[in-house]
């Protein structure tokens, strides 16, 4: 059996989502595809870690790749999900979505978990879900929320060509968290209150609250990866972003940040200036859409 599952993108509460504030993260339409009927060349430690001993099914996730490597799509995420849907529908489970995605999420948040050392699982709920939520973790529980953007948004991925290790960004942050607690609370407590002013914007459809409390982040991640002493967002992105921001639009990091992906939303397509200053300092756009179909048959 075959099993497709999307990438994603974390476009509002990186970092706040692991400190109980809601992020925004939406699928796109570049996936991950399993097939059970052919022996896997390579396992994913995701993967392992879901599986054991037991056989893992090939995999191809090209889509999820660009011409200068990770895209930062949520690659390790989508993997795993059309892996276990692949095998789940070897064993008889049926073939609509919303069976599949449920069949699947725990064991691959639990997995992918155990394999990263932590991580907020918003990746994987996308990967099985599809769509765009609005997610939180209470307690050990992930909650999620199916949301639409602000119909009013135009939206455009860049890439940039250069892969940044979620894990790394991570231990740099739990890192300041130990050594300076009251700059790491500080720069905390901005980035959640804008990522949960942001949830509540897309809910009610509000382009321009959703563009400033985004812009807020950005600034926030900006000055918390100033803190940690890691770019999460990048002097490029940065350069980026201050030109966006002067006309009323937005460029920010997706996720962890580095030097991966940006994203772009505004309520009209980049201008003239923004669109040569992107190709100026490498950035590439990325063809994809949003709120992508979640894991299926294939």
Do not use: N
């Amino acid at each position: 059996m075959r099993a497709r599952a999307p990438g994603k993108l974390v476009i509002s509460g990186a970092y706040a989502v692991l400190y109980g504030a809601p992020a925004v993260v939406t699928a796109v339409s570049r996936y991950a595809i399993a097939d059970t009927s052919r022996p896997a060349d390579r396992v994913t430690p995701e993967v392992r870690a879901a599986l054991g001993s037991r056989a893992a099914p090939w995999f191809d996730a090209s889509e999820l790749r660009g011409p200068k490597g990770k895209l930062g799509l949520g690659s390790s995420a989508a993997i795993l999900v059309a892996s276990l849907a692949a095998l789940a529908l070897d064993e008889g489970v049926r073939d609509d979505d919303h069976t599949l995605a449920r069949a699947v999420l725990d064991r691959a948040l639990d997995a992918h978990r155990a394999a990263q050392g932590g991580g907020s699982g918003v990746d994987v709920a996308c990967s099985a879900l599809g769509g765009t939520l609005v997610a939180r973790r209470t307690g050990g529980d992930l909650i999620t929320e199916q949301v639409s953007l602000p119909a009013a948004l135009h939206f455009e991925v860049w890439a940039g060509g250069a892969p940044a290790s979620t894990a790394h960004f991570l231990g740099k942050v739990a890192e300041l968290a130990s050594r300076e607690p009251e700059r790491f609370e500080h720069c905390m407590e901005g980035l959640c209150s804008a990522a949960t002013a942001a949830a509540a914007a897309a809910s009610r459809d509000a382009a321009a609250d959703f563009l400033t409390q985004l812009d807020a982040q950005r600034r926030g991640l900006d000055q918390l990866g100033q803190a940690a002493g890691v770019e999460i967002v990048t002097a490029e992105v940065a350069e980026l972003g201050e030109l966006a921001a002067r006309e009323g639009a937005v460029v920010l990091p997706s996720g962890a940040g580095g030097g991966d992906v940006a994203l772009f939303l505004g309520r009209s397509p980049p201008s003239a200036a923004l669109a040569a200053l992107r190709a100026a300092l490498g950035h590439e756009p990325v063809e994809l859409s949003l709120g992508a179909r979640g894991v299926h048959a294939w």
